[in-house]
């Protein structure tokens, strides 16, 4: 058995980086593998070098790639390892088990059993766009409702707990829930800027 495929077998995905052997995932390391590749450093970075020579770190692989086996099963391999580095590697775990290895650009998670199939059949579409960060989803609603994120916070409109999970939800429909709570319609309305220096201007509901 070769160094690498001892790691690869290991469910390892494997990369020669600025001289150095970086394995991934994180939470199939284990001491000792990490002293297997101490002390077999050199060896692996041969393999890794008569695998796929021209690869580089910033390979614009795609990150997610699947790996097809005649069994049925899709593994998901992640990492910027180059196609034919992860095919290499691939072949020498699986052998003639192996179909073929999908690419599968654009995204940055695995994929769920839906989106594998759309992924083989080529029918997967471009993903989700990324929420908005909860403080920027927390601005937008305290600036429908004419108010601040202070004033939503420490008056208990919105709790803490509650903007990570709504934060993918419409600001707008948000604002209007709050608006037809008790705790709203009886505050006192934040005073503003222009009603401080014109005091003869009724602040607005």
Request: aromatic share 4%; proline share 7%.
């Amino acid at each position: 058995m070769s160094k690498l495929h001892y790691l690869t077998s290991a469910g390892l995905a494997v990369q020669a980086i600025g001289g150095k052997v970086r394995l991934s995932p994180s939470e199939l390391i284990t001491d000792a593998l990490r002293q297997y590749v101490r002390t077999h450093k050199a060896e692996v970075l041969l393999e890794l070098n008569a695998v796929d020579p021209t690869a580089s770190p910033e390979s614009q692989s795609p990150w997610l790639k699947l790996l097809v086996l005649d069994n049925g099963v899709v593994i998901q391999q992640t990492g910027r390892a180059s196609m034919a580095a992860i095919k290499s590697a691939a072949l020498i775990r699986f052998g003639d088990a192996l179909l073929t290895v999908v690419p599968v650009p654009g995204f940055e998670r695995p994929l769920t059993e839906a989106e594998i199939i759309k992924a083989l059949s080529g029918t997967l579409g471009k993903p989700a766009p990324a929420r908005a960060p909860s403080s920027l989803w927390l601005t937008r609603v305290a600036r429908t409702l004419g108010t601040t994120t202070a004033d939503l916070l420490d008056n208990g409109h919105i709790e803490q707990h509650d903007i990570a999970e709504m934060a993918g939800t419409d600001p707008l429909a948000v604002a209007k829930l709050i608006r037809t709570s008790p705790a709203w319609l009886s505050r006192t309305p934040l005073i503003s800027a222009a009603s401080q220096l014109h005091p003869h201007l009724e602040p607005s509901a």
